[in-house]
């Protein structure tokens, strides 16, 4: 958890640091929602792959950071296989990812309908 600093009485909340990841574009207007109306809320690091992709992947690392340092992952991936590897990753981290629209169980992803 945060700690939350105070300044003449006024709350300040360090800003949470949001990895988003998107595929050919599939995050776009999430992301310059969260941009415009998220403000200084948010420190969003956008994590592009702009290739053609097979349709199975049994090696997904030349894709995903080896690594991942946030306080959220949104996920905007098509990919299934790249998805699921990044709920993996996220886990292993003990970082919170939302997969909107995909079936992962993972008690770190949480999968709202679209």
């Keep these: 958890m945060k700690n939350i600093m105070f300044k003449d009485e006024e709350q300040i909340v360090p800003s949470q640091r949001v990895l988003i990841f998107q595929q050919n574009g599939s995050g776009e207007q999430k992301i310059a929602g969260l941009r415009k109306y998220g403000g200084d809320q948010f ?20 894709y995903l950071p080896s690594d991942i340092s946030c306080d959220l992952v949104l996920d905007f991936l098509k990919h299934q296989d790249i998805s699921q590897d990044l709920v993996s990753l996220c886990a292993e981290k003990k970082v919170p990812i939302i997969s909107s629209g995909k079936k992962i169980i993972s008690k770190w992803v949480r999968t709202p309908p679209t």
């Design 43 to 62: 420190e969003v690091e956008v994590f592009s792959i702009d290739e053609v992709l097979p349709p199975v992947l049994d090696d997904t690392s030349e």
